[in-house]
């Protein structure tokens, strides 16, 4: 059921299926809520039926401009990253392919291109969160068709973010992506195929990003997942946090958070966000403290296999899992909310899962 595609980076353009026999040992590949998940393909070269040649493997895995889709199925993409290499390995008479997550990218450019550096400023004032990250992508891709990917920005919107990216900072466009996220909130590059069998990436931006539900009933006779743990865990718990903006001195940034009720003897803690100050400041230390100020019930699940019965769509990053229990000795009685944050494998349809609570 699983099958691997070939995709121009900049339009998501369908090229071919990579039809070349495929090599388990040594095949991985993962994705996570935080866009830095990789892959690892190896496939056999003088494979009788379909051998592939120097010309071939260009075609397939030029780096940089090709993206590759890992479907179940015709159109159920599971994962998707940017080729980076391939080796060719003579003894064995493999090739190995590695890739990395699109986010990755926003590692390579900065609020301007190179010959742009004092246009590089970059403002945002009273937007919401998803229309913050709106605006950083859109300059990610604005200064010519070369800087494309097939990316859906997501929607604008009204709000209380303000901030100014001065260009001599030169910050990269995951820096500010990532101050987004140290106010509390996910950002999601999730890869999907249109009708035209285009590979796009969908970006959601929340709290708690969500791409729909599944249902399972723990204590069922067939069930997909295994390895279920419960844990009951203190040890990130806080009473109090302060967060420091850059700089040192009396003149550093300091916002606090926490205060009475204390449901634990006192237990405070310091944690740097770099380059944020005033309200923003306040806003990321805030969602730290309300994310660590209570004991945290933790589910894990080892891994979920794919069926017929039971896609592997239900396991992709994202996706919100009912996890329902009655009766058990342990197990709290109930459904109980988590998410999947991070999901790998190789061609097996045994599909390793992290999963973190959720609504």
Same mark, same amino acid.
Not at 96 to 122: A, D, P, Q
Not at 320 to 343: C, D, K, M, T, Y
């Given at each position: 059921m699983?099958?691997?595609?070939?995709?121009?980076?900049?339009?998501?353009?369908? $090229?071919?299926? %990579?039809?070349?026999?495929?090599?388990?040992?040594?095949?991985?590949?993962?994705?996570?809520?935080?866009?830095? #998940?990789?892959?690892?393909?190896?496939?056999?070269?003088?494979?009788?039926?379909?051998?592939?040649?120097?010309?071939?493997?260009?075609?397939?895995?030029?780096?940089?401009?090709?993206?590759?889709?890992?479907?179940?199925?015709?159109?159920?993409v599971?994962?998707?990253?940017?080729?980076?290499?391939?080796?060719?390995?003579?003894?064995e008479?493999?090739?190995?392919?590695?890739?990395? /997550?699109?986010?990755?990218?926003?590692?390579?450019?900065?609020?301007?291109?190179?010959?742009?550096?004092?246009?590089?400023?970059?403002? %945002?004032?009273?937007?919401?969160?998803?229309?913050?990250?709106?605006?950083?992508?859109a300059?990610?891709?604005?200064?010519?068709?070369?800087?494309?990917?097939?990316?859906?920005?997501?929607?604008d919107?009204?709000?209380?973010?303000?901030?100014?990216?001065?260009?001599?900072?030169?910050?990269?466009?995951?820096?500010?992506?990532?101050?987004?996220?140290?106010?509390?909130?996910?950002?999601l590059?999730?890869?999907?195929?249109?009708?035209? $069998?285009?590979?796009?990436?969908?970006?959601?931006?929340?709290?708690? *990003?969500?791409?729909?539900?599944?249902?399972?009933?723990? &204590?069922a006779?067939?069930?997909?997942?295994?390895?279920?743990?419960?844990?009951?865990?203190?040890?990130?718990?806080?009473?109090?946090g302060?967060?420091?903006?850059?700089?040192?001195?009396?003149?550093?940034?300091?916002?606090?958070?926490? #205060?009475?009720?204390?449901?634990?003897?006192?237990?405070?803690?310091?944690?740097?966000?770099?380059?944020?100050? #005033?309200?923003?400041?306040?806003?990321?230390?805030?969602?730290?403290?309300?994310?660590?100020?209570?004991?945290?019930?933790?589910?894990? %699940?080892?891994?979920?296999?794919?069926?017929?019965?039971?896609?592997?769509s239900?396991?992709?990053?994202?996706?919100?899992? &009912?996890?329902?229990?009655?009766?058990?000795?342990?197990?709290?009685?109930?459904?109980?909310?988590?998410?999947?944050?991070?999901?790998?494998?190789?061609?097996?349809?045994?599909?390793? *899962? /992290?999963?973190?609570?959720?609504?």
């Open positions: 699983l099958g691997l595609w070939s995709h121009d980076a900049i339009t998501g353009n369908e $090229r071919a299926q %990579v039809t070349a026999k495929a090599v388990e040992q040594g095949t991985s590949w993962s994705m996570n809520i935080s866009g830095t #998940g990789e892959c690892s393909f190896v496939f056999a070269v003088e494979d009788t039926e379909d051998g592939l040649t120097l010309e071939k493997i260009r075609e397939l895995f030029t780096p940089n401009s090709t993206h590759l889709s890992l479907r179940w199925g015709p159109t159920a599971l994962g998707a990253w940017k080729v980076e290499d391939w080796d060719f390995g003579g003894d008479s493999t090739v190995i392919v590695t890739g990395v /997550e699109i986010r990755n990218e926003t590692n390579w450019r900065m609020t301007y291109g190179v010959s742009l550096f004092e246009s590089g400023t970059l403002t %945002v004032t009273n937007r919401s969160h998803q229309g913050a990250v709106r605006a950083i992508l300059r990610f891709m604005q200064w010519s068709p070369e800087w494309g990917y097939a990316i859906d920005l997501p929607a919107g009204a709000g209380t973010f303000s901030q100014t990216w001065e260009f001599w900072k030169k910050l990269t466009i995951a820096d500010l992506l990532k101050q987004i996220e140290d106010e509390g909130y996910e950002i590059f999730r890869p999907y195929l249109t009708a035209g $069998r285009q590979l796009r990436f969908e970006v959601l931006v929340a709290p708690r *990003v969500s791409i729909g539900t599944s249902y399972f009933h723990l &204590q006779a067939d069930s997909p997942l295994s390895g279920v743990r419960y844990k009951e865990s203190g040890v990130e718990q806080l009473t109090g302060q967060g420091t903006g850059t700089g040192s001195g009396q003149d550093q940034p300091v916002a606090w958070a926490g #205060g009475p009720p204390y449901l634990i003897p006192i237990r405070d803690a310091q944690r740097q966000f770099p380059d944020l100050e #005033g309200a923003r400041l306040q806003a990321a230390t805030d969602a730290w403290f309300a994310e660590n100020r209570y004991v945290q019930t933790q589910w894990t %699940v080892k891994t979920y296999t794919a069926s017929e019965e039971y896609p592997a239900n396991a992709a990053v994202g996706r919100g899992w &009912q996890l329902e229990s009655a009766g058990h000795r342990v197990f709290p009685n109930g459904r109980h909310g988590v998410r999947v944050i991070s999901a790998s494998g190789s061609w097996s349809n045994q599909i390793g *899962v /992290e999963v973190q609570r959720g609504s």
